[in-house]
Each structure stands twice: as structure tokens, then as C-alpha cells.
């Protein structure tokens, strides 16, 4: 080969390398097209999430929607399409209030595990126990206790068994306002209706204390006088009444611990464990919004302070 055609076949080797690189394309961006797809779907993903909600809910409204990662967007309003309003989604129907009594102001008035659903079967069963075992008719002075609907649980908690009461069980405490007030302290034993405490119509006198501890929510928080001096322990313990208005905060002393009261529509529920034996009933005390002490039981004559 000469010279000459050695120059030109070199010559177009370099011609050849050039237009291959020319056509070749460049090496696929991988990663930045993944990161895009992925933002893209999560942003299509979340924008259609955001319709259902807009269909299901009125009134329509923006919706915040999570995007993709750093620098990508983190918003997306959502209007209606065209087709949405010409046929607008009709207002949810609420579903019916399932038959039953209203639960307590706190979760913490439900204890030892007592979910709200066993403490309205309780109280089912105690109201089925007084309609079959007391006569309301003619000359009979006890009332009617009502259906369970029209109650409004306030407390549940373990009831321990004693020498006057063997067997362990729970007790449910249960308020309503019409047409009397009335107030239930409920036993419940192996599933059935074992003990039912009431009392219709108002305690509270006109000279009454602002704090009132209810007269026979004793059962709640003592074992029997039968076994004075050997209580079973720990015992768990509850304590009720009513208070007016002006009472912002009840604190309950008991066995020397303190805890703050709930106060429930009219009501203050407190309870706690005992883990010594004690002599001496629950010491209350009330004050009012602005924090002055308006009641002390240790100052209530009316108020029994020694079991």
C-alpha cells in the first residue's frame, strides 16, 4: 500500500469515529429520569387521593398533598372538573346514634379495662333486673328506672368481693337528668345483674355545700364493715357526687394519695388505688375558677369523716 492510500484510510477512520459519535446518543440520565417518574407518580397518586376526599366531602375545598423530595412541590389544589359540577355529590346522610347509654366525659373514668360497650350491658342487665324483680305498679313508691338511652355513664371500675358480698365483679355508675334526676350504682357479678344501688331525685338541699359527695357512693370506695381492719389489697376504689356551677376543680385525698377529680356534667368522679388498709373516708376539696378554696370536707360537719 502507498503512502498516499495509507493518508486516506487513515483519513476516513477519523471520519468513520466521528460520525459514530455523532449518532451514538449519550449515556440515558438513569437516575434524574427514576427520581422524576417517582415524584410524578407520588404527585398523581396524591392529587387523586385528593379528588376522592373532594368528592366524598362539602364543601370543596384546597387540599395540601405530599410531592417528591427536595425542590419539587409539596402543594396541589384541586378544583372540580366540569363533569363533577354539573353532577354535585349529595350531602353524607349521618348514620343513626347506635341504641345505648352516652359514654363519660374522660377515657380515664372507664378502669381496669372496662371498655364503654361491657359497662352499657351492665347497666342493660341491672335495668332488666329492677323491672323483674320490683313491682312499679299502684302503691308501690319505687319509680320506673327508664331505658339505658336516656343514662349517661360517669364511672366504671373492679368491684372486690367481701365477707357481706362474696365475688369479685364490677360496678358501672350511671346519671341521667329527666325527667328526675336520677344516679344508679350497678353490681355486676359472673355476667349478671348481682346488686343495684338508686336514688331518684335530687340530693342537694338549699343549704347544701358546693361540693357534695353523693350519700351512698360509700359502696364504691369501702369494703364492708365486716371485714373492718383486713381489707383485701390493692383495692381499686371510686367516689362520686355533685357540684354547682361555681366549682372549677375538686382534689380527692385517699389512703395518702391525691389525685384531681373529673368533673362531668354536674358531677365529679375520682378514683384510684389503695394499697394500705384505711380508716378515714375520702377529704375533698373545692375551688373555683380563680383557684380560692370554697369547700373543704374537713370543715362539713355534715360530712362523714371516719368510716
Known amino acids: 500500500m502507498s503512502e498516499e492510500e495509507r493518508d486516506f484510510e487513515e483519513q476516513l477512520r477519523e471520519l468513520l469515529a466521528e460520525d459514530a459519535y455523532t449518532i451514538r446518543p449519550s449515556p440515558v440520565p438513569y437516575p434524574q429520569i427514576r427520581r422524576k417518574g417517582v415524584v410524578e407518580r407520588r404527585r398523581q397518586v396524591a392529587v387523586a387521593g385528593a379528588v376522592l376526599v373532594t368528592l366524598a366531602a362539602v364543601p370543596v375545598g384546597a387540599f395540601a ?23 354535585p355529590t349529595p350531602t353524607p346522610t349521618p348514620s343513626p346514634t347506635p341504641s345505648g347509654p352516652a359514654g363519660p366525659a374522660t377515657a380515664g373514668q372507664l378502669r381496669d379495662g372496662i371498655t364503654l360497650e361491657q359497662a352499657a350491658e351492665g347497666l342493660d342487665k341491672c335495668l332488666a333486673y329492677d323491672r323483674d324483680h320490683v313491682d312499679h305498679g299502684g302503691g308501690v313508691a319505687s319509680p320506673d328506672l327508664g331505658k339505658a338511652d336516656e343514662y349517661r355513664i360517669i364511672l366504671a371500675l373492679n368491684s372486690t368481693g367481701d365477707s357481706n358480698a362474696p365475688g369479685d365483679g364490677i360496678f ?16 355486676i357479678k359472673n355476667g349478671e345483674a348481682s346488686g343495684l344501688n338508686s336514688s331518684v331525685g335530687s340530693d342537694r338541699l338549699p343549704d347544701s355545700p358546693p361540693v357534695l359527695a353523693d350519700t351512698n357512693g360509700g359502696k364504691l370506695y369501702q369494703q364492708s364493715f365486716l371485714d373492718k381492719g383486713r381489707w383485701k389489697l390493692p383495692f381499686g376504689w371510686g367516689f362520686i357526687g355533685t357540684v354547682e356551677p361555681t366549682v372549677a376543680k375538686v382534689t380527692v385525698s385517699y389512703g395518702g394519695a391525691d389525685s384531681e377529680a373529673v368533673l362531668d356534667h354536674g358531677w365529679f368522679v375520682a378514683s384510684g388505688t389503695l394499697t394500705q388498709q384505711v380508716t378515714r373516708n375520702p377529704h375533698l376539696k373545692g375551688y373555683d375558677k380563680d383557684g380560692k378554696l370554697i369547700y373543704d370536707s374537713a370543715e362539713d360537719k355534715s360530712y362523714q369523716q371516719v368510716q
Do not use: F, M, Q
Open 65 to 87: 398533598v405530599g410531592g417528591g423530595g427536595p425542590g419539587t412541590a409539596d402543594t396541589a389544589t384541586t378544583t372540580p372538573t366540569a363533569s363533577a359540577s354539573a353532577t
Open 172 to 187: 358501672v355508675v350511671a346519671v341521667k337528668e329527666k325527667p328526675k334526676e336520677t344516679r344508679l350504682i350497678c353490681n
